[in-house]
């Protein structure tokens, strides 16, 4: 039986629903000596700034039970370096690329998508309007996202999608009450998908120093832990709009992929767990094919928001 795999956002078709969450896949140079990575529905690249950044001082990783906090706080290179020495090898290597974006004004979101698609550096845009890892907690316990406000969200999207034609992702935080609130927003502001979930607020301190695990403090929890937390995020989301669903947190195998997609996402991403094995992304390629075989279901679209409440 011939298995559709392709999935759609906004008027991109992806030849598979599995993507790589940004920031755990770099420009895409390493993972290419473990698989071939063109065999990705999409490769999301680590959220570029229109200046480079060095981020946040270590230490700004602390491995936790089922889970990582980081607080890496957006080391990247820059869009100018990204655009000349990171897309023609995405590019080469026949990629499809989501480039995530981070701005610190709606100016600047705009300025970044403008370039992205003048430039042809991007197949879709996503917008991070939800690192947590970007200010002083120590100054600034309070920190606000872009993201925590349902009517920022709608004007930062609103300004990109009036700029760029390119299909545009909007990636949400779980540290909010009712996380549809910004979705939303960020459909009225014209997105053709919403990407969930950010990383968790989390903390962790070392009783014998007293002193917080990571030195900007407080940090975002990801892996394993944070799962149930996103599939029920993605089920609440994808039931409130009518844009597509990106779904990650934890994922690791074909069947917590599964859930995902079962849920409602349309895609999933895979992130921390490609630190323990880097090869995920292609198992969980190769997981859903077999799924979907075993199952005698020759179009993935099919299983997308499919579960069953009884
Ligand atoms: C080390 C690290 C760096 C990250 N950097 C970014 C980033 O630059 N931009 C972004 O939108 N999300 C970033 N994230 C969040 C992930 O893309 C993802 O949303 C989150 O980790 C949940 O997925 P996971 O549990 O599979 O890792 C980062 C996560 C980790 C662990």
Redesign the pocket.
Known sequence: MDINLQVSIGNLTLKNPVTV????FGYGEEYSEYFDISELGAV?V??LTLQPRLGNVPPR?VETPA??L?A?G?Q?VGIETYLKSKLPFLREKKCTIIA?I?GTSVDEYVKLAELLEKEGGADAI?M?L??PNVHDAKNKFKCPLIAQSPEWVEKYTLAVRSSVKLPLIV?LSPNITDITEPALSAERGGADAI?I???LLGMAINPETRKPKLKNVVG?L???A??PV?LKMVWDVSRTVKIPVIG????CTASDALEFLIAGARMV?????LFRDPLAPIRIIQGLREYCLNNGIDDINKLIGSVIIE
């Open positions: 969450a940004s920031g755990t999301t680590k959220s990783i889970g990582m980081n890496i957006l990247n995530n981070y996503e991070n939800s690192c990636k990407s979930i950010n990383t975002g990801s892996g394993p944070i799962r996103a990650m947190g934890g994922i991403a895979i992130g921390s767990y």
